[in-house]
């Protein structure tokens, strides 16, 4: 029954913007840090955004997309957000949401399904 389901992708270009959600459900949202991460054809997955449980309310970004993405979270909707500003061709891949539950006796790393987002002319 834990399950992160992303949205929000699609196909925009260079210099524009897109918000990313992911809706969590399944688990105590606001007890766990969040997660933003993607992956291009070929190459490895990256972290690109983290946010914090809101006890400590704590941000850190990729040196990649500092400045122009914005990782927030809504714990009544126990939702996570990606907005991502003056986008760049090299920004295309899939971008999964993510969170790590230790407690659990299986499938600690939980992961959503992936949006693609496309920045092209």
């Known amino acids: 029954q834990v399950q992160l389901v992303e949205s929000g992708g699609g196909l925009v270009q260079p210099g524009g913007s897109l918000r990313l959600s992911c809706e969590a459900s399944?688990?105590?949202?606001?007890?766990?840090?969040m997660s933003w991460y993607r992956q291009a054809p070929g190459k490895e997955r990256e972290l690109v955004a983290r946010i914090s449980s809101t006890a400590l309310g704590r941000t850190n970004y990729a040196d990649s997309v500092k400045g122009r993405f914005t990782i927030s979270r809504d714990n009544v909707k126990s939702t996570v957000y990606l907005q991502m500003n003056s986008l760049k061709p090299e920004d295309t891949a899939v971008y999964y949401c993510n969170t790590n539950i230790p407690w659990r006796s299986r499938d600690r790393e939980v992961w959503g399904q992936g949006t693609l987002v496309t920045v092209s002319s």
């Open positions: 399944g688990f105590t949202f606001s007890s766990y840090a």
